[in-house]
């Protein structure tokens, strides 16, 4: 799923005009369909909502323990074949 696109991408693949496309996207989120900001400057539409703090930390928390857990497997991997190697030798 897109998280954002180009007006001029969304006209593409709706095969409507510009003003078009920008008038559905406003009444779905009237609706409350779907999320969008449409930052018309740039020609960028975005439908990814905003993270409040709380959740952007979370995220970033659960990021940093998955990272960790693949550090100490990388890190037992490591030991464990130093400790073939080792035995290998005095073999």
């Known amino acids: 799923y897109y998280t954002r696109a180009s007006l001029v991408?969304?006209?593409e693949l709706l095969d409507l005009s510009s003003a078009?496309?920008?008038a559905f996207i406003s009444s779905a989120v009237v609706a409350g369909s779907i999320y969008a900001r449409i930052d018309r400057p740039s020609g960028v539409v975005s439908?990814?909502?905003p993270r409040d703090g709380e959740e952007q930390?979370?995220?970033?928390a659960s990021d940093v323990?998955?990272?960790l857990a693949l550090v100490e497997?990388?890190?037992h991997?490591?030991?464990k074949e130093e400790i073939v190697s080792k035995i290998s030798r005095t073999i």
């Open 9 to 11: 991408r969304l006209t």
């Open 20 to 22: 078009d496309v920008e």
């Open 47 to 49: 439908f990814a909502k």
């Open 57 to 60: 930390l979370n995220a970033w």
């Open 65 to 67: 323990n998955r990272l």
């Open 73 to 75: 497997k990388t890190t």
């Open 77 to 79: 991997l490591i030991a």
